[in-house]
């Protein structure tokens, strides 16, 4: 029997790797509704209904209807905030604290539904220090790290474990003259560290000598490892420096891959290692949300293939 049931793809406009998915799933005859979430309630609406029998009601975009009590999968990537700016500003946080407690719970709540990834795992899995105690705890070597708001603090870490790195905890988009800037990861020296960092919570973590970096793309049942060379700090600075191999992972790194993956409930991550110079892996982060389409030409790997199936529940 076809299985007629939709993939809902929550993400904003402009999303290339939506894209590539939703254009794999069609060529699979997979219904798909795609919309962003902050359309509601401009271009977006749902009517949704708590009964015995679980969540029934419909959400409906200007193009497509989907049957909440009948979802295949939902593919959860970046959708926009969102906004209510004819509002005045009490009302207005009114209004998006409805809208995301709404819209939001009831998109999180649809039964038999496979998530990629749900919202709720994603929001928990994207705090850094669940991050890295969860990656300890799931096998990986972590580098030292210091979560503080001392400079006492982060000058005596950074003297112990030095040479040493900060990263932001989160990364909000900063705009400079219109384009989209974020905070860098950089050096940091003992000289460099002053009484502002009293201002709020900062990560120090030790640098570890490395010869490459390792990008892992787990979905679902696949795991495709990309060694990315650079002589960079970041990679994530300057692409057009960057260098692609497939490789395979060490022994026992698949194992603690799920093992992460499983502690927050996420059937999708997009891991960042660095290779150190004896070869071993040093976990640096995992992003929940994380890009990963720009590898596959680059390197042949089936990955949209393997969305796609996970999306489409294929056994």
């Known amino acids: 029997m076809t299985d007629t049931r939709p993939v809902l793809v929550v993400t904003s406009l402009n999303d290339p790797t939506a894209d590539v998915v939703i254009r794999e799933l069609h060529g699979r005859d997979i219904p798909v509704v795609r919309f962003d979430s902050g359309d509601f309630p401009a271009s977006l609406s749902v009517e949704a209904e708590i009964t015995q029998d679980g969540l029934q009601g419909r959400i409906h975009t200007p193009s497509r209807t989907a049957d909440l009590s009948g979802v295949r999968a939902l593919y959860y990537r970046r959708p926009s905030g969102f906004a209510f700016p004819h509002l005045a500003e009490q009302d207005a946080r009114f209004a998006t604290t409805q809208a ?55 000058r005596a870490f950074v003297k112990r474990h030095g040479p040493a790195v900060y990263k932001p905890l989160y990364n909000p988009v900063y705009l400079i003259d219109g384009v989209s ?67 395979e992972p060490p022994p ?64």
């Not at 998109?107 to 669940?130: M, Q, T, W």
């Not at 093992?259 to 982060?285: M, P, S, T």
Request: net charge negative.
């Open 100 to 154: 995301r407690y709404g819209l939001g719970g009831v998109l999180a709540s649809l039964h038999g539904c496979l998530y990629v990834n749900h919202p709720h795992r994603i929001g928990d899995a994207e705090f850094k220090p669940s991050g890295l105690t969860a990656a300890v705890k799931a096998g990986f070597l972590v580098p030292p790290t210091l979560i503080t708001s001392s400079p006492d603090a982060a």
């Open 181 to 247: 800037n974020v905070v860098r990861i950089e050096e940091a020296t003992a000289e460099d560290i002053d009484d502002s960092v009293a201002g709020t919570a900062h990560l120090f973590q030790q640098r570890v000598p490395k010869k490459a970096d390792v990008r892992v793309t787990v979905i679902g049942p696949k795991v495709f490892c990309v060694r990315i060379d650079s002589h960079l700090l970041d990679w994530r600075t300057d692409y057009s420096r960057l260098t692609y191999t497939p490789v």
């Open 252 to 315: 026992g790194v698949e194992r603690s891959l799920y093992r992460y993956l499983d502690h927050f409930g996420l059937v999708f991550g997009a891991f960042d290692f660095c290779v150190g110079i004896d070869g071993r892996w040093w976990f640096l982060e995992c992003n929940p949300s994380g890009q990963w389409y720009w590898l596959e030409p680059e390197t042949g790997l089936p990955m949209c293939a393997a969305l796609a199936d996970l999306l489409e529940r294929k056994p």
